[in-house]
């Protein structure tokens, strides 16, 4: 008698472990620790810590670097990135669409048995190893 084993990814075809299986919990929070404390750097260097500041230069981080190369600064240090289910880039609309999404907090915190939030079940997109 076999029993069929379940993993986080497993039906969205991604392998249990290893590259390209699903990024876990942990790194995707240092991840964004890190693109947070960048943003504020440059926040605090350039716009004396302004808020809006803030939230508009991580905004534009995670959008165009997602968009183009799949990554932000946190997701190349961790060991992760962004692609499509397709396995293609992401792309400037459904970077621009997990972005929004991420920064309305709720639809990010909200997950699906494979650990995708709203936001990368809406644009499309998985966060997996590198």
Aim: no cysteine; hydrophobic share 50%.
């Amino acid at each position: 008698m076999s029993e069929s084993v379940n993993w986080a990814g497993k039906r969205l075809g991604l392998p249990e472990s290893g590259s390209g299986s699903l990024a876990k919990m942990g790194r995707r929070a240092f991840a964004l620790g890190i693109d947070w404390s960048i943003s504020l750097l440059i926040s605090g260097a350039f716009f004396g810590g302004d808020n809006t500041a803030t939230l508009t230069i991580f905004m534009l981080e995670q959008w165009l670097l997602v968009a183009t190369t799949g990554n932000s600064v946190g997701h190349l240090i961790t060991g992760i990135r962004v692609r499509r289910l397709d396995g293609n880039y992401v792309g400037i609309l459904p970077a621009l669409v997990r972005i929004g999404l991420i920064l309305l907090v709720i639809p990010a915190v909200i997950w699906d048995s494979d650990n995708r939030g709203l936001h990368d079940k809406a644009a499309r997109t998985v966060l997996v190893r590198r």
